[in-house]
């Protein structure tokens, strides 16, 4: 008999597979490709292996190792290295990413002589900063000229396109004005090294609610997307979208009850920081039916990036490896060795699926 450990990350594969097709498919009802972004569930390779199966032409990631197991699975796939390059890396990564995001002119050079000496062609996508204030040039003559340069002078360098990233730092929303003004910069740059650019990449999986209106520039014509396929909540509760054809449910969390007890639900004693030195608030109301379960803070980061699929489960609170939540109002009887289940934002898949203390089983 196969002896079933938790916790457990479960990945419902039909679920995916689903969310890759409407995805791709409304993508290119609007002429936009898309590269599908790995890094959320940290390039599980069986996953992996779905987005290749579904005819995804691009994958992309910001850990180059993700990246050189998606070349070991199929050396076709077109990679894309989201996050912008190291140069102490610059040789592992034009070895397995096709394309980079750049925002620094003298890394593009560095990679051109790598690529000189390797005999190799690297593309490169060059980001502007349209106020996120993450990566990317923010003078538009700077940005101008680096793309003339790279266009001019650097042989074994392949000026893709160029891109922004928006809402991943700086929480600023795409937008007719802000991807108007990306479009009105590579037609400026088209003119001046007389052809076309092959991608103009308007963000990620935010950008999606601007297809939704019908608002998305023409110009734009690439997406990097991974939460909407993966998770698909953002874009319904903080934006209003109405994606509700995608499943939320893909990636869930399984944990074990280890503890029930009725306890008081107000710390007794004289209250200071916690385990992590922050000094959280409690409200006082009485004694509480109580469930430890075995994972914690370790394991998925945020516990308020949880939410129990039994609505009647509060989680009260976790520690490095505890979560303790309240049961008081559940119409199921727990027991100890019961398993209680997790539905995931974002963040918490992201550390879950990266937790080697987490069993992973796909379904």
């Not at 925002?103 to 050079?109: C, F, G, T």
Request: hydrophobic share 40%.
């Amino acid at each position: 008999m196969k002896t079933i450990f938790y916790p457990k990350l479960t990945i419902n594969m039909n679920h995916l597979k689903k969310n890759i097709s409407e995805i791709s498919n409304l993508c290119a009802k609007n002429n936009i490709a898309i590269t599908t972004v790995i890094k959320g569930f940290n390039g599980i390779t069986q996953v992996d292996k779905a987005f290749i199966d579904n005819n995804i032409k691009s994958i992309g990631s910001s850990r180059i190792e993700q990246l050189e197991k998606i070349k070991e699975l199929n050396p076709s796939i077109e990679t894309l290295l989201i996050r912008i390059p190291s140069i102490s890396n610059l040789e592992r990564i034009i070895k397995s990413a096709d394309v980079s995001l750049n925002s620094e002119y003298d890394v593009v050079k560095k990679i051109d002589t790598l690529c000189k000496k390797l005999n190799i062609k690297h593309s490169v996508i060059l980001m502007f900063d349209l106020g996120d204030l993450r990566e990317g040039f923010f003078n538009e003559n700077e940005f101008i000229m680096a793309a003339k340069n790279i266009e001019n002078n650097l042989s074994n360098i392949y000026l893709k396109g160029i891109g922004t990233n928006l809402g991943c730092y700086g929480s600023i929303k795409p937008s007719i004005k802000n991807l108007t003004r990306l479009s009105s910069i590579a037609e400026n740059i088209e003119t001046i090294i007389g052809r076309k650019l092959e991608i103009i990449s308007g963000g990620a999986s935010t950008s999606l609610s601007m297809l939704k209106n019908n608002t998305m520039p023409k110009k734009i014509n690439h997406l990097r997307i991974g939460e909407a396929i993966l998770i698909n909540r953002d874009l319904e509760e903080y934006w209003g979208y109405d994606f509700s054809n995608l499943y939320n449910d893909i990636f869930t969390l399984k944990a074990e009850i280890i503890e029930i007890k009725n306890k008081p639900s107000y710390p007794v004693g004289e209250i200071f920081i916690d385990a992590f030195g922050n000094r959280p608030t409690y409200t006082d109301i009485g004694i509480r039916k109580r469930a430890i379960l075995n994972i914690g803070k370790q394991d998925f980061g945020d516990h308020t990036k949880l939410i129990p699929t039994n609505k009647n489960i509060k989680i009260i609170g976790s520690s490095s490896d505890h979560l303790i939540v309240d049961i008081t109002d559940c119409k199921i009887d727990y027991n100890l060795g019961d398993i209680i289940s997790f539905n995931l934002y974002y963040e918490a898949m992201l550390f879950l699926s990266r937790s080697e203390y987490v069993v992973k089983e796909l379904i």
